[in-house]
């Protein structure tokens, strides 16, 4: 599935569904993350890599790692909430989020998700 695929998949399920949160798994984020990395990213390396951004321990890679599962992130919450403003290029307004990650700390890496919510 492409960046594209996954984006618009989620708007979907946002759209039949309107919530004032998004979630989104960790199957999705990794398979958009490994294409903005230019390489396989496992459930197992993203929980890691936010398991150190939350303790403060994150290195440049682990940044790199959280950014593109949190690209992912924007670019959903920008089609739910925000405004179409160039139909054509497909460019949306740009809406401030909070992101929650949860089960990054499981034993089962697969389980970790991220809530957004508008601020």
């Known amino acids: 599935m492409t960046q594209e695929q996954i984006i618009d998949s989620l708007v979907k399920a ?3 569904e309107p ?6 798994n960790a199957l999705d984020l990794c398979k958009y ?7 396989e990213l496992t ?3 993203l929980a890691s ?3 150190a951004f939350e303790d403060g321990n994150a290195t440049e890679q682990d ?3 959280v950014d593109a599962a949190t690209s992912l992130c924007h670019q959903v919450s920008n089609r739910c909430w925000g405004e179409c403003e160039d139909e054509d290029n497909d ?3 740009e809406v401030d989020i909070s992101t929650e990650w949860t089960d990054f700390d499981s034993e089962d890496p697969s389980e970790l998700s ?3 919510y508008q601020d």
Do not use: G, H, Q, Y
């Open 19 to 24: 919530r004032n949160k998004i979630i989104i």
């Open 114 to 116: 991220v809530t957004m």
């Open 63 to 65: 940044e790199s790692i």
């Open 43 to 45: 459930p197992a390396e």
């Open 14 to 16: 946002f759209r039949d």
């Open 49 to 51: 890599s936010i398991a």
């Open 91 to 93: 460019e949306w307004s």
């Open 33 to 39: 993350a490994s294409e903005e990395l230019d390489r």
